[in-house]
Structure formats: structure tokens, C-alpha cells
């Protein structure tokens, strides 16, 4: 009986890329910006009635 | 919706949705996602982004994927499916530039009739709410489910 050799699977994990992370949008700074300006475009002309 | 969209992966929240748009320049990660707006109960801020290969989202980039209308039907979806999850919560959009602004009312314009059955749709001049109409400029919407 042969032995099954597991070559192919471990030379294809230690070669993987790592998968690529996507950062939240909450982490950028345009966000960040972006949240500050609709703060303060909603304190400054309110909301039509009904959407608070 | 009018145009065919993009499938997309929610998030556990489901305060952010992934998909990728495909296109003559390849296969592009993008990012629909939700917060909620300070000072506000119930008011959540729509933001688009692509991811650029550091693994950052950027909302200024032109894509020009040549699928703009199946990547806008695919934001107006999850404008749905946020509101049918989130009911009581509003939808604020407003794009980062003029020219992103005005490629979320080509959006809501192209995908009107199968929102507006369902959501009341605002648009901002000046200081004014207005309810949304065709053609008509706006700095900023508001989204959300008819009582």
C-alpha cells in the first residue's frame, strides 16, 4: 500500500496569499468628515415632519 | 428596479453591503455602508466606497467601470433592504463631491418609480426639504418607508 503524500496541499498553503482585509469605512478619514457634515447640515435646516 | 444589480453580501448588522462590479477594468470590491448620523435617533448616512489595493475604501474615486447603472441599482437595493430591515430609521445621502451627489439622483431618478411606491424621497435646496423631483438639483436626500 502506497502512502498518499499531502505535498501539493501544504506547498499550496504555504504559497496562499493572504486574503486582502477591507478596512470598514468607518476607519477612513473622509468618513469621519463626511459624518461631521451631515451632523451638521441636519442641525442647521432640521428635518422635513415625519423623519424624526 | 429597472436595471439588473450587483449581488451583494450584507454584513451581520446589515449596516454594510459588499459586492464587486465587473467591468472592462477588472473586478472592482465595493462597499455600501450605513452609520448612524450624531445627534440624530433614527437618521443613517449612506456611504459608497471602493477599495483600493492598501485594503482602504475611498468614496472620490471614478471608477468608470462602464457599469454605473448596475452599480447605482445595486445602491438603491440596499437603500431596500436597509429600510425594510431598519423600518423606523431614515436614510441620509449626500455624495462627497458635487458630481457624486449628482450621480445619486441619477440613482433615485432611474430607480423612482420602484421607491417611490414604497419610500417618501426628499431632496435639499438651499435650506429647504423638498419632496424629490425629476431634473431638479439637490445637495443632499433624505430616504424613507411611507407610513
Known sequence: MTKKSNKSTSHATKHAKPEK???SIRETQWHKEKMKR??????RVG???GFE | MKSDRYITRASRSTLEYTFNSEGPKG???KRVSYDSVPGTLHLYNLALGDLNEDGNLNDTVITNNKDTRKVLATVAWTVKQFL????????YIEGNTK???????IAISNNFDSLNAEFEIFGL???DWRPFKH???YSAFLVHLKK
Open chain 2, 135 to 137: 431634473n431638479t438639483n
Open chain 1, 21 to 23: 482585509k477591507i478596512k
Open chain 2, 99 to 105: 458630481a457624486r451627489t449628482r450621480l445619486y439622483r
Open chain 2, 27 to 29: 473586478r472592482i470590491i
Open chain 1, 47 to 49: 428635518l422635513p415632519k
Open chain 1, 38 to 43: 451631515a451632523a451638521e447640515t441636519i442641525a
Open chain 2, 84 to 91: 425594510h430591515k431598519h423600518p423606523h430609521k431614515s436614510i
Open chain 2, 125 to 127: 435646496t438651499g435650506n
